[in-house]
């Protein structure tokens, strides 16, 4: 699975962005998606995941009701759709997948993504 993200660039504090992940394969359907990102001298950190079937979306705590994952499976993309931005969502988010069928506490973490995409840059200015 290759995966390309996009959709990131510079926005004002308050506004929105939507990220998109496109993924290549036949088996996009199969797999549970990521998004995770990272601030400069900061680790990686999950920010949402959405299973392959789009039954169970989870979400950082720092993110939930702001941000909304979900995904086209027609379209082999999933999105992410980021309202209500604060500087400290500044990043580089990257979108990952698994075809494993991990639990939840392991979705959260890096380990739990096989594949990864190349990272959109998110700015968020006060």
């Known amino acids: 699975v290759q995966l390309q993200a996009s959709g990131g660039g510079l926005v004002q504090a308050g506004g929105s962005l939507r990220l998109s992940c496109a993924a290549s394969?036949?088996?996009?359907?199969?797999?549970?998606m990521g998004w995770f990102r990272q601030a400069p001298g900061k680790e990686r950190e999950f920010v949402a995941a959405?299973?392959?079937?789009?039954?169970?979306?989870y979400y950082a705590d720092s993110v939930k009701g702001r941000f909304t994952i979900s995904r086209d499976n027609t379209k082999n993309t999933v999105y992410l759709q980021m309202n209500s931005l604060k500087p400290e969502d500044t990043a580089v988010y990257y979108c990952?997948?698994?075809?494993?069928?991990?639990?939840?506490?392991?979705?959260?973490?890096?380990?739990?993504?096989?594949?990864w995409g190349q990272g959109t840059q998110v700015t968020v200015s006060s």
């Open positions: 394969g036949r088996t996009f359907s199969s797999y549970t």
């Open positions: 959405i299973r392959w079937s789009g039954g169970g979306t």
């Open positions: 990952a997948a698994t075809a494993k069928s991990w639990i939840t506490m392991v979705l959260r973490t890096l380990g739990g993504y096989d594949y």
